[in-house]
């Protein structure tokens, strides 16, 4: 770049490398003194250079404008995705009207590099420092260097930009004169008198045009009907376009403002009489703008209107522009067939779509934190971190390497299954993104942190077996905690790494819930995890019950899934004592997955109980009896010998085993991936990833999980701990339980929790023990801590419990049957009359109606329900719907960044929220107000896009009435009190009523766990004292029966 500056023989600081060497972005910065005489003849002689220089070094030309909007979707020019896909340069910037607004002229091609240029930046008395301060800032983010200003007149600004423009059509258009129609609209381009109109006309035939001679295919043709021109009301033409690696990105084609009227390329606003400050009267001027659309033909024209009406955001009152929207849609007004009955016969274009008005819901929910707290509950005291995780660089403008991916895509499940089994190596599956932070951090991590390191991931890790990002109990914390849905998070991070497999967790007939589905369910919902991107689907049974199995491979199979068939392990088979689970157990189980026809046999072991002795015996066995199928083992390292058991599983015949990056990784979690790779280095098993990847990988975790320290595991485990091999708690599970004590106020009782874990496992008749099994073991044991109960008073009370839901239909048999039957006579005790399943639960399920679940809640919500939608509310209805409701009240949370969503932002400080590709918010949190209106609200401040906005929250805490609820009394034995802490879901009784003992009257739900308060005795209810909603606390009156 050197050459620059004796090539134009210009005042210039020009960084002394390369251009290649800066990426996509290489600064010019050049100061041009101002000079009344000289100035034009030297912007001209500067021009006519830069000019030259650009066409011998293959640059393009570009001209930009800064205009009145707040900067939407202006802002990817600087600090989007669009630099790493369109080049280009910028010449001509200058500040008007307070805000900003990116253009870019026209593009000459797609492989170019590119030149920045600022002129008149930062003189402007008022504005001018905000407009420093926020180009330093955007400029660090895309490692531009040293800025300096340029000061030019507006006058000399247009004279350089229309000889740039000569020149540039001159140079490289000369082609298209062989065409007379084109060479007019060229002559129409080069006048600036003519209408603007032409220009886009012009400037999009000739951006096909060479497309297509640059890229001759039938995929050039393609990519060219999915391109986009569209109008930016506040920033001309924009073009979405294809850069160099194929990625979509945007082009904004500049135009001039005027003060009087607008005029953009076909646009022009005539203002009426709306104005900020003005008075609506009876007598109010309903024209707030007048638009007028210019173009060649009437779709077209139609086309730019479209985009300039969406483009208006208008509060407070109703507008036509829902109407008008429908108008320039109707394909009979496209036709341009009018006639007077066109509105009376077309009723559809009264049928408005709601407007989501995303910004102001996002005001009510941080409004809504500051004033009342986490919409999470945080299962600690401690914060979330004040800091922004460093994400690893990738290269910009690159597609991530092939993985085994593309050979499951073009070759099928089968011959993915034999890439495997014939891979040189030991392959890994990296659990980061579900059973790491399930089992670490209760299952709390986002999308918007793991979206961020996505793209790291696909370019550095395509050697992987699979990344493990969906299913278990994410699909309902997604839901329920982080108000997300986890089908947007699937479909997020499929974009974002195409080229690895993403694997799920299955639990077969039970879906992604907690207990048995209609088989039209699972069959439904496989076919959709297919759809949005899962290709290996673990399919587990939580007591390894076969038909149960059965199901859920026959449901993969059928949606084009690979189909992981998992054994789940328990007990120890190198401990001879252990009689119940055993090798002969395991390898019976084995031989009937397999004669099902499964691609890959997994062994779960999911409390870290297999021990490298252990791990030898069993992988051996079954590499030796089946050669040619691929075996994958997962683990947890809660005891510390998972490195040492996946390391003797590697050497025993695994194709794979499963590992977590080393900053989520150890304790209830998975094994070191670092560890692993580190300690094959060199040797058969080598697993082919870069260490110092992986370590850049950690480090980005590392920061990242102290954003969910109010989560953390840490709290009460401070390391691995040997005791799992008594109590055998799934390191999926142990968080989750840890959380669920603190919630029901049992945080300094969890060592009592996990003692009685053992104890109920063992009512139970000693369990494979994994979700959902797991959990009516953990739900059994917190119920006995928390009513101080013992494993001998739990058997012989049974009858007069009213033991936790799960439980029950444990024992009515709604989650299958387990290996050596079920415990009598505690069963017996406990179900009394209750019913009994026998066989598959989900056999005896009517199908459920899917078509009439969609319409009653397209009729609830107002909106057009999707599949996935349906499919929610078909593994968790409540959960579902209270999903949909807060969605609907306060927009797309998960756009939030952690810890802004979990505590809110402080006073003053001010976000980014980019809603979508495009859509920036730039909020900031000015004051809550101390005083509350006579209805409990608190005002609160908030500056949005520079604009004063003020919401109204309800305080919770603060309008409540202070009451005490009644105390049920111990000694009289029809007073019934609340078990345990929790929110009443439902009432079965009423006054008068008469009940039997063993009758169930109240169901309280605390956490995921809910429990059916019965009858203790014969009687008529004399007082009910709880409604639905009421949350109470342990030992509140709920009935009186008399």
């Known amino acids: 770049m050197g050459d620059f500056n004796a090539y134009t023989g210009l005042e210039a600081e020009i960084p002394d490398v390369l251009i290649q060497d800066l990426g996509d972005f290489v600064p010019i910065c050049c100061r041009i003194p101002r000079s009344n005489k000289d100035e034009k003849r030297k912007i001209n002689v500067w021009g006519r250079k830069l000019l030259a220089f650009c066409g011998e070094h293959g640059l393009m030309i570009a001209n930009g404008r800064f205009g009145k909007d707040k900067g939407r979707g202006e802002f990817t020019c600087l600090s989007g995705p669009t630099p790493s896909v369109v080049d280009y340069v910028l010449i001509n910037a200058q500040f008007v009207n307070e805000s900003i607004n990116m253009g870019v002229l026209d593009l000459v091609g797609s492989d170019h590099r590119a030149i920045m240029l600022e002129v008149k930046i930062g003189q402007f008395a008022k504005h001018g420092s905000r407009l420093k301060n926020f180009y330093n800032a955007e400029y660090r983010k895309i490692g531009l260097g040293k800025r300096i200003r340029n000061d030019l007149t507006d006058k000399d600004i247009e004279a350089f930009r229309r000889e740039l423009l000569d020149s540039h059509v001159k140079n490289n258009l000369k082609a298209l004169e062989d065409n007379e129609k084109d060479a007019h609209s060229i002559q129409q381009l080069l006048h600036p008198?003519?209408?603007?109109?032409?220009?886009?006309?012009?400037?999009?035939?000739?951006?096909?045009?060479?497309?297509?001679?640059?890229?001759?295919?039938?995929?050039?043709?393609?990519?060219?009907?999915?391109?986009?021109?569209?109008?930016?009301?506040?920033?001309?033409?924009?073009?979405?376009?294809?850069?160099?690696?194929?990625?979509?990105?945007?082009?904004?084609?500049?135009?001039?403002?005027?003060?009087?009227?607008?005029?953009?390329?076909?646009?022009?606003?005539?203002?009426?009489?709306?104005?900020?400050?003005?008075?609506?009267?009876?007598?109010?001027?309903?024209?707030?703008?007048?638009?007028?659309?210019?173009?060649?033909?009437?779709?077209?024209?139609?086309?730019?209107?479209?985009?300039?009406?969406?483009?208006?955001?208008?509060?407070?009152?109703?507008?036509?522009?829902?109407?008008?929207?429908?108008?320039?849609?109707?394909?009979?007004?496209?036709?341009?067939?009018?006639?007077?009955?066109?509105?009376?016969?077309?009723?559809?274009?009264?049928?408005?779509?709601?407007?989501?008005?995303?910004?102001?819901?996002?005001?009510?929910?941080?409004?809504?934190?500051?004033?009342?707290?986490?919409?999470?509950?945080?299962?600690?005291?401690?914060?979330p971190a004040e800091i922004e995780p460093t994400v690893p660089a990738t290269p910009p403008g690159v597609l991530p390497p092939n993985g085994l991916r593309q050979i499951l895509t073009n070759n099928g499940p089968d011959a993915f299954a034999k890439a495997v089994r014939n891979h040189k190596g030991l392959l890994l599956m990296d659990t980061t993104f579900r059973d790491a932070h399930q089992s670490l951090l209760a299952t709390r991590v986002r999308s918007y942190d793991l979206l961020k390191i996505s793209p790291f991931v696909a370019h550095n890790f395509s050697n992987m077996y699979s990344i493990e990002n969906w299913g278990g109990a994410t699909f309902d914390v997604a839901m329920r905690f982080l108000h997300e849905c986890p089908w947007e998070r699937l479909e997020d991070m499929r974009k974002a790494i195409p080229n690895i497999p993403f694997q799920m967790l299955l639990r077969g007939a039970n879906g992604v819930g907690y207990?048995?589905?209609?088989?039209?369910?699972?069959?439904?919902?496989?076919?959709?995890?297919?759809?949005?991107?899962?290709?290996?689907?673990?399919?587990?049974?939580?007591?390894?019950?076969?038909?149960?199995?059965?199901?859920?491979?026959?449901?993969?199979?059928?949606?084009?899934?690979?189909?992981?068939?998992?054994?789940?392990?328990?007990?120890?088979?190198?401990?001879?004592?252990?009689?119940?689970?055993?090798?002969?157990?395991?390898?019976?189980?084995?031989?009937?997955?397999?004669?099902?026809?499964?691609?890959?046999?997994?062994?779960?072991?999911?409390?870290?109980?297999?021990?490298?002795?252990?791990?030898?015996?069993?992988?051996?066995?079954?590499?030796?009896?089946?050669?040619?199928?691929?075996?994958?083992?997962?683990?947890?390292?809660?005891?510390?010998?998972?490195?040492?058991?996946?390391?003797?599983?590697?050497?025993?015949?695994?194709?794979?085993?499963?590992?977590?990056?080393?900053?989520?990784?150890?304790?209830?979690?998975?094994?070191?991936?670092?560890?692993?790779?580190?300690?094959?280095?060199?040797?058969?098993?080598?697993?082919?990833?870069?260490?110092?990847?992986?370590?850049?990988?950690?480090?980005?975790?590392?920061?990242?999980?102290?954003?969910?320290?109010?989560?953390?595991?840490?709290?009460?485990?401070?390391?691995?701990?040997?005791?799992?091999?008594?109590?055998?708690?799934?390191?999926?599970?142990?968080?989750?339980?840890?959380?669920?004590?603190?919630?029901?106020g049992l945080g300094d009782q969890f060592e009592s929790i996990k003692k009685a874990y053992r104890e109920a496992n063992l009512l139970l008749g000693d369990l494979i023990k994994v979700t959902p099994s797991s959990k009516v073991v953990g739900d059994l044991a917190q119920f006995m801590v928390q009513n101080k109960l013992s494993a001998t008073d739990v058997k012989e009370r049974a009858q007069d419990l009213s033991l936790p839901k799960s439980v029950i239909e444990f024992l009515q048999g709604y989650l299958g049957e387990p290996e050596g039957g079920f415990p009598e006579p505690f069963r017996s005790k406990v179900l009394k009359d209750l019913p009994r399943v026998k066989g598959r639960p989900g056999k005896s399920l009517p199908p459920m109606d899917l078509d009439k679940v969609r319409k009653d809640l397209s009729a609830k919500y107002g909106f057009n329900v999707s599949d996935k939608d349906v499919m929610s509310y078909a593994m968790y209805p409540s959960v579902c719907e209270n999903y949909l409701e807060f969605r609907k009240q306060f927009g797309p949370?998960?756009?939030?960044?952690?810890?802004?969503?979990?505590?809110?932002?402080?006073?003053?400080?001010?976000?980014?929220?980019?809603?979508?590709?495009?859509?920036?918010?730039?909020?900031?949190?000015?004051?809550?107000?101390?005083?509350?209106?006579?209805?409990?609200?608190?005002?609160?401040?908030?500056?949005?896009?520079?604009?004063?906005?003020?919401?109204?929250?309800?305080?919770?805490?603060?309008?409540?009435?202070?009451?005490i609820h009644p105390k049920a009394k111990k000694d009289l034995a029809g007073s019934v009190g609340a078990p345990m802490p929790g929110t009443v879901i439902g009432v079965k009784v009423k006054v008068g009523d008469k009940v039997k003992k063993g009758q169930p009257l109240v169901v309280l739900s605390a956490m995921k766990m809910e429990t059916v308060v019965q009858s203790p005795i014969d009687g008529v209810v004399k007082d009910v004292a709880v409604e639905n909603n009421m949350k109470l606390a342990g030992d509140d009156l709920l009935i009186t029966i008399e």
């Open 193 to 383: 008198g003519q209408s603007p109109v032409h220009r886009h006309d012009i400037t999009a035939r000739v951006f096909r045009q060479k497309f297509r001679e640059k890229y001759k295919s039938q995929m050039a043709e393609n990519i060219l009907h999915r391109i986009r021109i569209e109008r930016s009301l506040v920033g001309d033409l924009v073009l979405a376009t294809i850069g160099r690696n194929g990625k979509f990105g945007l082009c904004i084609f500049g135009s001039s403002y005027n003060l009087g009227h607008k005029e953009l390329l076909g646009i022009r606003l005539d203002g009426a009489s709306a104005f900020v400050g003005a008075m609506i009267s009876p007598y109010y001027d309903s024209l707030l703008v007048k638009v007028i659309a210019h173009s060649s033909d009437l779709k077209s024209s139609a086309a730019k209107m479209n985009r300039a009406l969406r483009e208006f955001r208008v509060r407070g009152v109703k507008t036509n522009i829902p109407f008008l929207l429908n108008v320039l849609e109707n394909d009979v007004f496209l036709s341009g067939t009018l006639y007077t009955d066109f509105i009376d016969e077309h009723a559809d274009l009264f049928t408005f779509k709601p407007t989501q008005n995303r910004a102001q819901k996002l005001l009510f929910y941080i409004g809504d934190v500051l004033v009342n707290g986490p919409s999470t509950p945080l299962a600690t005291s401690l914060k």
């Open 515 to 744: 207990t048995s589905y209609p088989d039209n369910v699972v069959y439904k919902f496989c076919e959709l995890a297919a759809g949005c991107g899962i290709d290996i689907f673990r399919v587990f049974d939580s007591l390894n019950y076969l038909p149960n199995l059965m199901l859920g491979i026959d449901a993969v199979g059928k949606a084009g899934g690979v189909v992981e068939a998992a054994i789940s392990y328990s007990g120890d088979i190198s401990d001879p004592t252990r009689t119940k689970y055993t090798l002969d157990y395991y390898m019976k189980l084995a031989n009937e997955l397999v004669r099902s026809g499964i691609h890959v046999l997994s062994i779960k072991d999911m409390a870290g109980l297999l021990k490298p002795s252990s791990s030898k015996v069993l992988i051996s066995a079954l590499r030796d009896k089946y050669p040619d199928l691929p075996i994958h083992v997962h683990t947890h390292d809660t005891a510390g010998l998972g490195v040492a058991s996946m390391l003797a599983c590697a050497e025993a015949g695994a194709d794979v085993v499963d590992v977590a990056v080393d900053s989520m990784s150890g304790m209830t979690s998975q094994p070191s991936m670092g560890a692993i790779v580190a300690s094959l280095q060199g040797s058969e098993h080598d697993t082919g990833i870069d260490l110092r990847k992986v370590n850049e990988y950690s480090a980005y975790w590392e920061q990242t999980r102290t954003l969910y320290a109010p989560f953390e595991c840490c709290v009460t485990m401070k390391s691995g701990n040997s005791d799992i091999y008594h109590n055998e708690i799934p390191g999926g599970q142990y968080t989750n339980l840890q959380f669920q004590a603190f919630s029901l």
């Open 893 to 963: 949370v998960d756009k939030l960044n952690t810890r802004v969503f979990l505590t809110g932002p402080k006073a003053g400080e001010e976000i980014e929220v980019t809603i979508e590709k495009g859509k920036t918010l730039h909020i900031k949190a000015l004051a809550t107000s101390e005083d509350m209106t006579r209805s409990g609200e608190r005002e609160v401040f908030f500056a949005l896009n520079g604009q004063l906005r003020s919401v109204f929250i309800k305080d919770e805490n603060a309008s409540k009435e202070m009451t």
